[in-house]
């Protein structure tokens, strides 16, 4: 095998000729519509994916910078009459840019530590979120907040100070119960994800999701050995590390006699149900990874699939749904978070316009390219200001900062809110 042959496969070159370079992801990609740019474009990085497989790029620094600048939105693949699997090629090339790329020392030992130690560990998260208990609790936060301290973080970190929410205590934290049997008749059994991020820093939505499983009548177990769903590893290169992350997961759930392995977040769930995608390669997980994928399921499809949940809204609202992009463009789930705030009495539910269009946010997109997210979010926040809505509700975590954000940068507070889906329900159904 020759060196380009062996780059074509690392590259997943054969799946960029379903591209027929026809131009509909045009109008369906967020950083097209702000960049304006055709290598910023689904079909113009898949050009230039092509173009190295080839051999006519030797070099794929070059494709750096339009690979990270991509969200990862999928948007491109729903609107995609040939089928292109954009996803597989976007995530090959940034692994085979990383491998390649001569990080500082600084910098590989931070990616270590990030990707190996801390996200993937439970204790550490738990850690991240007793440490911001702490810090609201002990008065810190005020400080900081009021002297300006917040404004002395790297980059743009002082912006998302300001909206991380509300942290349980330590105490609260440890006490999330192992199993909660479902309330009358049981409907099915299902294993609760917990993720990394959502237990560290939304641990209330997941206290939350686990009391309306029940509620709908699901008996939900949550195991301790479980461990990051690898998203934000496959997003950033780290594709090795995803699938061993993967594999412990696919590990520790497999004996569970359950109906269905539930998340509550667009993210974690994409990569969940595309775990036989990301181990195709090793035919020795394919069968388990097939099962583990088949039986994942965002908590608004096991919610609806039980019926809902009864509640009602304190008073009349006109709310809006900000659609996570890989729960539309990759789990396909659409309509189910739709019903289930429908069926709300008292809720009036107005389409924005562009619903379909990412937020900005894209795991830490927002974070690591602030000013081409800036530029999304204040697209997606004309729309949320002409639906008139009062309430913004969301499915995934990064979405949720996102709108946060975008209340706070639009000076909306106390006009408009954001909240999780599982929030909302939880709300009106009266569950605390």
Excluded at 174 to 193: C, D, E, I, N
């Amino acid at each position: 095998m020759n060196d380009l042959t062996a780059l074509r496969q690392e590259l997943k070159y054969h799946k960029t000729n379903a591209c027929v370079q026809c131009g509909y992801c045009l109008p369906a990609c967020p950083t097209y519509a702000t960049m304006g740019k055709e290598t910023h474009s689904p079909r113009g990085r898949i050009n230039l994916v092509k173009m190295a497989g080839e051999g006519r790029i030797k070099d794929l620094s070059i494709l750096e910078e339009p690979m990270d600048l991509c969200l990862g939105c999928r948007a491109c693949e729903t609107v995609c009459p040939t089928g292109v699997e954009y996803g597989t090629i976007l995530e090959a090339a940034r692994a085979a840019i990383t491998r390649r790329k001569k990080f500082s020392l600084p910098a590989r030992v931070a990616r270590k530590l990030v990707f190996t130690k801390v996200i993937p560990s439970r204790k550490a998260m738990n850690f991240i979120g007793n440490s911001m208990w702490l810090y609201e609790k002990s008065g810190m936060q005020k400080i900081a907040r009021k002297t300006g301290l917040t404004n002395l973080l790297p980059g743009k970190l002082g912006e998302f100070e300001a909206i991380v929410p509300s942290p349980v205590s330590p105490k609260r934290r440890s006490t999330l119960p192992r199993f909660t049997p479902a309330k009358g008749a049981k409907k099915y059994t299902v294993a609760f994800f917990a993720g990394c991020v959502m237990d560290g820093m939304f641990r209330r939505i997941n206290e939350l999701s686990v009391k309306l499983l029940a509620e709908a009548g699901c008996d939900v177990l949550v195991i301790d050995n479980q461990t990051c769903c690898g998203a934000l590893h496959a997003h950033s290169g780290e594709l090795d590390h995803a699938r061993m992350l993967a594999k412990n997961n696919i590990t520790v759930f497999e004996p569970l006699q359950v109906d269905f392995i539930v998340n509550n977040a667009g993210g974690c769930g994409a990569i969940l149900v595309e775990y036989d995608h990301l181990l195709a390669d090793e035919p020795e997980w394919s069968e388990q990874a097939k099962q583990f994928a088949a039986k994942s399921k965002d908590i608004s499809q096991i919610l609806a699939l039980c019926g809902g949940i009864a509640g009602t809204t304190r008073q009349p609202e006109r709310v809006t749904y900000q659609r996570s992009c890989h729960m539309t463009n990759v789990q396909k789930v659409t309509k189910e978070p739709q019903q289930l705030i429908q069926s709300l009495v008292g809720v009036e539910l107005v389409e924005m316009k562009d619903a379909n269009m990412c937020c900005g946010s894209a795991g830490i997109y927002n974070i690591v390219n602030y000013d081409a997210s800036m530029d999304i979010l204040d697209l997606k926040m004309e729309h949320v200001a002409a639906s008139h809505a009062t309430t913004i509700i969301t499915t995934n975590p990064g979405c949720l900062l996102q709108m946060k954000l975008g209340i706070e940068r639009e000076k909306l507070q106390g006009k408009v809110r954001a909240v999780h889906l599982v929030e909302y329900l939880a709300e009106a159904a009266g569950i605390h």
